[in-house]
């Protein structure tokens, strides 16, 4: 079983920076678990943001590529995420997710087993 918290959200104004966390724990091997970022704005489908693997590859939904940044600390059981330039659009529910295995599916809900309680990002415009 793996716990996950996000932390960073907040209020930020259009053309700004946030950097989201991610703490994991439980029993789990940290760096062999891929990890990603969702996000859920009112009234729209939980969308892929960005997912990276235990060895550092990583993957963007093309509306963030450029403009956020996927990492992770395997000593800290961490994943960030970097957001830059951000848009109203942005404004989401984020949330953090893992598996066990890097799956073809990872641009979907259902490629992941654990996922935390999300952080509210609100971009002012």
């Known amino acids: 079983q793996v716990q996950l918290v996000e932390s960073g959200g907040g209020v930020v104004q259009a053309g700004g920076s946030l950097r989201l966390s991610c703490a994991a724990s439980?029993?789990?091997?940290?760096?062999?678990?891929?990890m990603g970022w969702f996000r859920q704005a009112p009234g729209k489908e939980r969308e892929f943001v960005a997912a990276?693997?235990?060895?550092?590859?990583?993957y963007y939904a093309s509306s963030v590529k450029g403009r956020f940044t996927i990492s992770r600390d395997n000593a800290k059981n961490t994943v960030y995420l970097q957001m830059n330039s951000l848009k109203a659009e942005d404004t989401a529910v984020y949330y953090c997710?893992?598996?066990?295995?890097?799956?073809?599916?990872?641009?979907?809900?259902?490629?992941?087993?654990?996922w935390g309680q999300g952080t509210q990002v609100t971009v002012s415009s």
């Open positions: 997710a893992a598996d066990q295995n890097y799956s073809p599916a990872y641009y979907y809900t259902e490629g992941y087993d654990y």
């Open positions: 990276i693997r235990g060895g550092g590859l990583t």
């Open positions: 439980g029993r789990t091997t940290f760096s062999s678990y891929f």
